[in-house]
Nanobody, 123 residues
Framework: QVQLVESGGGLVQAGGSLRLACEAS????????MGWFRQVPGKEREFVAA????????LYSDSVQGRFTISRDNAKNTVYLQMNSVKVDDTAVYYC????????????????WGQGTQVTVSS
């Protein structure tokens, strides 16, 4: 069982920056691929970014490519999402997710999910 706790959400103006963090409970964190997803009310949860267990493989959605950066610190059991040049459309609840020895754009890959952190971008 992996417990994930997100932090760093809040209110930010369009064009600004925010950094989300997700800390995992397992000391074997380095064996897990990690993903960030987001969801707005009434819509499907959508992929944002993912990173392999080693950090050598990274994926982004087209909507955040070039603006967001995913990274991880295996010594701290933490994955980050640096959000730059945020837009109103980035407003959502952001979730991190973990998958044993895998990472992808698909929700079904991930067995473990955090509770989410709200990001609100004002115009």
């Amino acid at each position: 069982q992996v417990q994930l706790v997100e932090s760093g959400g809040g209110l930010v103006q369009a064009g600004g920056s925010l950094r989300l963090a997700c800390e995992a409970s397992r000391p074997t964190f380095s064996s897990y691929g990690m993903g960030w997803f987001r969801q707005v009310p009434g819509k499907e949860r959508e992929f944002v970014a993912a990173i392999s267990s080693s950090g050598g493989g990274i994926l982004y959605s087209d909507s955040v490519q070039g603006r967001f950066t995913i990274s991880r610190d295996n010594a701290k059991n933490t994955v980050y999402l640096q959000m730059n040049s945020v837009k109103v459309d980035d407003t959502a609840v952001y979730y991190c997710a973990a998958a044993r020895s895998a990472y992808s754009t698909r929700k079904s890959t991930y067995a473990y999910w955090g509770q989410g952190t709200q990001v609100t971008v004002s115009s």
